[in-house]
Each structure stands twice: as structure tokens, then as C-alpha cells.
Nanobody
């Protein structure tokens, strides 16, 4: 499975960006896709994820209410709509996917087998 992410860029604080990530295929009914991010000098952290079947979404507390994950099944694509962006949202954003995520482990990097190449989001103050 290959993941192709796009949509990063430079935006002013308070602005919006939408990231996209397309998977070459989905391999199970328990398919999950999501996003992690890594800011300079910090550890990679969970942003959000979606369970493909049913569309249930999960978010980190730091982005809840500002970011929205959605999916397009026909395109095998997940979107991350980021609103009210803050300078602290500046990071490389990584798309992730896995066919067998366990809910209790959903926010862990180890839950995801497939990783995209990363796309840089820079929020200026």
C-alpha cells in the first residue's frame, strides 16, 4: 500500500488548509487512515484518524474543534481540513493507514503500518 499526501503550504495564523492523502488500495474492512505530525525538535504526535467503515473519527485534544477528517471511499482518499490554524500547528504532517487498528492503540504511532512521505505545514504569526 502506498500513501500519497498533498496540500501543505504556508498560511497565516487563523487561516485554513486542507491536506489530502490517497491510498493505492484498502485491504480490510477495519481500515483506518489518519494523520500524525512532527514539529521541529518534538516527537511525532497523533492528530486524528477515521475508521473507514462507519466513518467514526478521532482527534487529539489539541486539534479537536478546529480540524476535521473526512474520507472519500470512491477515491480511497482521506482529507484533513484544518481551520483556525495556529503557529504551533507548524509541522510536517504524515498520512498513515493500517488494516487492523485496535481502538485502544489508535493514537499510537505503532498502530499504523503504512506511512506517507510527509507534507510541510507552516503557520506564520
Amino acid at each position: 500500500v502506498q500513501l500519497q499526501a498533498s496540500g501543505g503550504g504556508l498560511v497565516q495564523a487563523g487561516g485554513s488548509l486542507r491536506l489530502s492523502c490517497t491510498a493505492s488500495k484498502r485491504t480490510s474492512t477495519n481500515w483506518h487512515m489518519g494523520w500524525f505530525r512532527q514539529a521541529p525538535g518534538k516527537e511525532r504526535e497523533f492528530v486524528g484518524a477515521v475508521r473507514w467503515s462507519g466513518g467514526h473519527t478521532y482527534y487529539s485534544d489539541s486539534v479537536k474543534g478546529r480540524f476535521t477528517i473526512s474520507r472519500d471511499s470512491a477515491k480511497n482518499t482521506v482529507y484533513l481540513q484544518m481551520n483556525s490554524l495556529r503557529p504551533e500547528d507548524t509541522a510536517v504532517y504524515y498520512c498513515v493507514a493500517d488494516p487492523s487498528v485496535i481502538l485502544s492503540n489508535l493514537r499510537s504511532r505503532t498502530a499504523y503500518r503504512y506511512w506517507g512521505q510527509g507534507t510541510l505545514v507552516t503557520v506564520s504569526s
